[in-house]
């Protein structure tokens, strides 16, 4: 079973910036897909990015395109999420997930497809 530890949530002002970071143990194949979702209270889970080990193709969702970049450090087994200019609406537990489907998951970053998921991370964006 794959471990996922996430690390960088926080409180930060409108406009800022965090990273989120994901180290992912215990996985069989070198070949996956690693990213986050998001989840508000009161609100659906919803993608956010995501990367493909097997060559770094990216994907992201909507609302963060142009503000988020995801990135991977292959030696540390980590992925990162910088996030910035960071809106209110952007508030969210952030949860690191992991799949092995590395061409269906990069297509539609669906929830069903992410066999691991970590603990979560809160993302606050506030005055």
């Known amino acids: 079973q794959v471990q996922l530890v996430e690390s960088g949530g926080g409180l930060v002002q409108p406009g800022g910036s965090l990273r989120l970071s994901c180290t992912a143990s215990?996985?069989?194949?070198?070949?996956?897909?690693i990213g986050w979702f998001r989840q508000a209270p009161g609100k659906e889970r919803e993608a956010v990015s995501c990367?493909?080990?097997?060559?770094?193709?990216?994907y992201y969702g909507d609302s963060v395109k142009g503000r988020f970049t995801i990135s991977r450090d292959n030696a540390k087994n980590t992925a990162y999420l910088q996030m910035n200019s960071l809106k209110p609406e952007d508030t969210a537990v952030y949860y690191c997930?992991?799949?092995?489907?590395?061409?269906?998951?990069?297509?539609?970053?669906?929830?069903?497809?992410?066999?691991?998921w970590g603990q979560g991370t809160q993302v606050t964006v506030s005055p």
């Open positions: 990367i493909r080990t097997t060559d770094d193709n990216t």
């Open positions: 997930a992991f799949s092995y489907s590395t061409l269906s998951a990069m297509t539609s970053m669906s929830a069903p497809l992410f066999s691991d």
């Open positions: 215990g996985f069989a194949l070198d070949y996956y897909v």
